[in-house]
């Protein structure tokens, strides 16, 4: 399979522990995103990363949440001191940037689910 | 801000009919790209159809087709001979041209009765 994918799938922790997830994009994409998708809602952009540069960040990402693309392939999000509100569906996407088009379609993992207890 | 707004929370559709899915989004800008989700009960969100607001004809992709009306800023998805693998929630999405953010509605739960 040759998609995005995120690990864990599925991750339980209790308020106050801190959580990295990771994301592997699909091999030649050098754009890769991050979004939250809480219960009822549709995903809310986090971050982006063009190779390794992170180059917008959502308010929605606290003090509390970092992410890193350290060598323009995969990427982490990791969550310090978790809070029973950052219980959600963590999407990762990618995408590749070039060509005359301005869109660039994203392409999105299964997602990992954080439940803090 | 932009925004998107999926008025139907669930919608329901009898197998080999049609059903159509209502999207409306705010917008100031000229150049933007509409978009359909689907997400399907614990598997990734794929992309159904795209339209450029550039465009004025209508985006089809097999059984599914969209009614874009621009100056109502109106963005509907129509489903034809509903199948069973149709059952998902379908996210209608906004991209300002030259960003990288998505923005989602809350989504519509489609059901497909056999």
């Known amino acids: 399979d040759t998609g995005v994918s995120q690990n864990p799938r599925h991750k339980i922790t209790k308020r106050g522990q801190n959580v990295t997830f990771r994301c592997d994009p699909i091999s030649e994409h050098n754009r890769l995103y991050w979004y939250r998708q809480t219960l009822g809602q549709g995903p809310e952009f986090l971050t982006y990363?063009?190779?390794?540069?992170?180059?917008?960040k959502s308010r929605l990402l606290s003090d509390r949440f970092s992410a890193e693309r350290p060598k323009g392939s995969f990427s982490t999000l990791e969550i310090q001191r978790t809070e029973q509100g950052d219980s959600a569906m963590y999407l990762c996407?990618?995408?590749?940037?070039?060509?005359?088009?301005?869109?660039?379609?994203?392409?999105f993992g299964p997602g990992t689910r954080l439940t803090v207890l | 801000a932009q925004t998107v707004t999926q008025s139907q929370p669930e919608m329901s559709v009898q197998e080999a009919e049609t059903v159509t899915l209502s999207c409306t989004y705010d917008?100031?800008?000229?150049?933007?790209?509409l978009f359909w989700y689907k997400q399907p009960p614990s598997r990734q969100m794929i992309l159904v159809i795209r339209q450029e607001a550039y465009k004025q004809q209508n985006a089809t992709e097999n059984r599914f087709s969209v009614n874009f009306q621009k100056a109502a800023k109106s963005f509907s998805l129509k489903i034809s001979d509903s199948q069973l693998g149709d059952a998902a929630m379908y996210f209608c999405?906004?991209?300002?041209?030259?960003?990288?953010?998505?923005?989602f509605g809350k989504g519509t739960k489609l059901t497909v009765n056999p």
């Open positions: 999405a906004y991209l300002e041209g030259g960003s990288e953010k998505l923005v």
């Open positions: 917008t100031s800008e000229s150049d933007y790209y």
């Open positions: 996407a990618s995408s590749m940037r070039g060509g005359l088009s301005s869109y660039n379609e994203q392409f």
């Open positions: 990363f063009q190779n390794e540069a992170q180059l917008e």
